[in-house]
DNA sequence: GTCTATATTACGATAGAC
DNA sequence: GTCTATCGTAATATAGAC
């Protein structure tokens, strides 16, 4: 992977966009000169202000389309009928799956940090969904079908701090060979699903 | 919690070093001017640099400070002796209780990207703990203590983002209660221990 | 849509007095 | 150990030509 995009002659906000949460990922938000930007873009720093106020915006469009993106998965039919535990499975493989889908920009969108406005937008968002899988894991446990002794905050805050660590190491795979130990896309999110599920514990040990 | 350290008459670079290591985690280091640590610390910038050579330097002795933390862990005894599936537990709740009493200083280690040559050592040492944790997960599924069918550099990659997830939202509690869901310290090492090795299904169900 | 050139501010770091 | 004052650099952003 080069630091730097291939030129290209011209750019969109989404093209532009790409580029932008891929040096932030690697340099960090703050770590991040609109000169690295434009290196990265292969125009100069005026080009991109044609194209967005600044890096803030850039900034705002990447968490917007992330949160969006976390936000679908709860609306969707079987996430909203059944039981409280096949609906809590079902977000948590989605959840998985929609983070290793939009992979660079939930990433940003996890290390966001309060600094700016766009950003204590997108935390107040983030808790908001984190509520509602609170609330998911609680049914669950009243219907019987997780662990009574449970309790139902901490063990969402477990959860999804489990799902989002997959932006600490997972990557996509290229051509077929990929770097995760064999690990693709829905392997990860069975193995993460039985971990959450069942542990790790042999029975019939 | 006010942004603002009280004043005080005179710094070690100690103290110091733990009002960086504060302003480091609510802002970011890259966010973090030589001028946000002088306000916090009550003095002024260029008597920063009497203890410190410099933001680096501070960043430097804050990660190494963490990274000690975590390594003195694997050399304990309990963490050399007996059944592989008991050292990996202990490991598991050792390093929770690791983490939660230098919070400050494993969460700053845990969001470091490798922009400068402390960072990247960082990054290495950590490279380096992960792999002696997916060697003991590896043992114990040799066992027979831990199902067959894990993967143990997966899994272990999974349980450790897991216990690093605690930095997102772990607060030490104040004055006998927290924020935390009544959940103290060794409570959110036995809930974490307890997913990891038996899951949330209700085995009644 | 991109460029060169530049305004303006903020930053890390140093000099030297007390 | 801390201060005031300042240096040199790098940052965000704008102006105006092509």
């Given at each position: 992977m080069s630091a730097q995009s291939a030129r290209r002659d011209s750019h969109t906000v989404q093209s532009l966009l790409a580029v932008a949460v891929g040096v932030f990922n690697v340099r960090g938000y703050d770590g991040t000169s609109m000169e690295d930007l434009a290196k990265a873009a292969g125009i100069t720093k005026s080009s991109i202000y044609h194209h967005v106020a600044g890096k803030?915006?850039?900034?705002?469009?990447?968490?917007?389309?992330?949160?969006?993106?976390?936000?679908?998965?709860?609306?969707?039919?079987?996430?909203?009928?059944?039981?409280?535990?096949?609906?809590?499975?079902?977000?948590?493989?989605?959840?998985?799956?929609?983070?290793?889908?939009?992979?660079?920009?939930?990433?940003?969108?996890?290390?966001?940090?309060?600094?700016?406005?766009?950003?204590?937008?997108?935390?107040?968002?983030?808790?908001?969904?984190?509520?509602?899988?609170?609330?998911?894991?609680?049914?669950?446990?009243?219907?019987?079908?997780?662990?009574?002794?449970?309790?139902?905050?901490?063990?969402?805050?477990?959860v999804f701090g489990l799902v989002n660590s997959l932006t600490e190491w997972y990557r996509p795979q290229e051509h077929g060979v990929g770097g995760n130990g064999g690990a693709d896309h829905s392997a990860v999110a069975d193995a993460l699903v039985a971990l959450v599920f069942d542990g790790v514990r042999n029975p019939a040990a």
């Open positions: 803030e915006e850039l900034l705002r469009l990447a968490v917007t389309r992330a949160l969006d993106g976390l936000f679908a998965v709860l609306d969707e039919p079987p996430a909203r009928e059944g039981a409280a535990a096949a609906r809590l499975e079902y977000v948590i493989r989605r959840t998985c799956a929609e983070l290793i889908e939009n992979l660079p920009y939930v990433t940003l969108l996890l290390r966001v940090r309060g600094n700016t406005a766009a950003e204590r937008e997108a935390l107040e968002r983030r808790r908001d969904f984190d509520h509602r899988v609170a609330e998911l894991m609680a049914e669950a446990i009243a219907e019987g079908d997780l662990r009574a002794d449970l309790d139902p905050r901490l063990t969402s805050r477990l």
